[in-house]
């Protein structure tokens, strides 16, 4: 019988180590560095252990090997990183639309048929306008439900109503949702049968937020090992998200304060990080 690791949620399973070697290919890593990794993670578990902890241990491992693998091994908890609030998270969405070659803005105060709503991103090419809300979880166990398309529909439609008004009803409208971690079932069948854009951390199937970010390059900053927790938050701050950001502006990295020779060793690992 096989070591039962504890998941976030509390669930028990049997740690299955192709799945962890999954992981570490997906993030650049080489058939025998996968074995390497996890053979040493093999030989440390019990029964018990987190499946958290068990992160930790091929990140570090990864960490001593390459910071761009390790870099890309965390992309998710990078993700999470762009919090407490979801105002990051929101420029993120917009940065991910822009490559898509939209002209974007965020935050955006939008007078509907019947009420004005606040728009986290806005999302424009020749005939087409997409509304998108986005969720964001500080904890990667949480769902985002059936509730929020069921709410967010009901917003798109009243902000298409006074839209179509404004610039006619030959554009294609759309509304969305962004989440920085999973949905529900029950939410994905809705949005199927509503028309609705869901975007989350693996959905759609190599669509989803991982595969694309993995495509583009457009890794957030808080995927950087050479940065601390603080340094990242105050870039943050200043509505910085991606590593290319800080690549054409390293004035930013002066201006909280961090050093010449080490904006250097951050701007490398900018750069490994970000190659295709």
């Known amino acids: 019988m096989g070591i039962q690791v504890v998941k976030g949620n509390g669930e028990k399973v049997i740690f299955e180590p192709e799945k962890l070697k999954r992981a570490l290919a997906f993030s650049g890593a080489g058939a025998s560095e996968q074995d390497r990794i996890a053979n040493i993670v093999s030989s440390r578990l019990y029964h018990g252990i987190t499946t958290k902890r068990i992160y930790q241990m091929a990140f570090d491992l990864l960490k001593k090997k390459s910071h761009k693998i390790a ?26 639309l822009e490559k898509m070659g939209y002209q974007v803005e965020t935050g ?4 509907g048929k019947c009420i004005q709503h606040e728009i986290d991103v806005i999302a424009r090419k020749p005939g087409e306008m997409i509304m998108i809300e986005c969720k964001f979880h500080r904890n990667n166990q949480t769902k985002s439900s059936v509730q929020v398309p069921l709410y967010i529909q009901s917003r798109y439609l009243d902000v298409k109503s006074a839209w179509e008004k404004d610039y006619g009803k030959d554009i294609l409208y759309r509304g969305g949702v962004v989440t920085n971690t999973k949905f529900s079932e029950d939410a994905i069948n809705y949005a199927k049968c509503a028309g609705l854009i869901l975007i989350s951390w693996d959905y759609p199937a190599d669509t989803g937020l991982k595969y694309f970010i993995d495509r583009t390059g457009l890794h957030p900053l808080t995927s950087l090992i050479t940065l601390t927790k603080k340094e990242k938050q105050q870039i943050l701050e200043k509505g910085i998200v991606l590593c290319s950001e800080i690549i054409e502006k390293p004035d930013i990295l002066r201006e909280v304060g961090i050093k010449n020779n080490k904006i250097k060793k951050v701007i490398l690992e900018a750069e490994n990080l970000i190659e295709p």
């Open 71 to 96: 870099g890309r091994y965390r992309l998710k908890s990078a993700i999470m990183d762009l919090g407490p609030t979801g105002y990051p998270f929101e420029i993120f969405v917009g940065k991910i």
């Open 108 to 111: 955006k105060i939008i007078q």
